[in-house]
């Protein structure tokens, strides 16, 4: 079984995600073969809170160009997770 670290990559700060996080939702980038419910186990155990739903969206890497040169960004897995009424805050975006 996967250590909770290797399902969450890091957290997404962006503007429409703070102001997510001010209604109880939160934003990670996950590994690319995660699913929900390793996600949901993942984030409750790092910061110890309960979640009430998990929701993924994959995003695959678009086409980039520099001169002649053709390649690809990597494609990465979104995941929003919505916590429970009762449960605490994650102190990582309290400050931001």
Known sequence: ?????DVIIKPVITERSMDDAQVGKYTFK???DAN???VKHALEDIF?????KVGIMNYSGKLKRMGK??????????AIVKL??????IE???GL
Request: aromatic letters at 12%; charged letters at 30%.
């Open 1 to 5: 079984m996967r250590s909770p670290y």
């Open 30 to 32: 996950v590994a690319t």
């Open 36 to 38: 929900k419910t390793e």
């Open 48 to 52: 110890g809170i309960t979640i009430e």
């Open 69 to 78: 040169n053709v390649g690809r960004t990597s494609s990465y897995k979104k």
């Open 84 to 89: 429970a009424p009762g449960s605490k805050e």
């Open 92 to 94: 990582f975006f309290e």
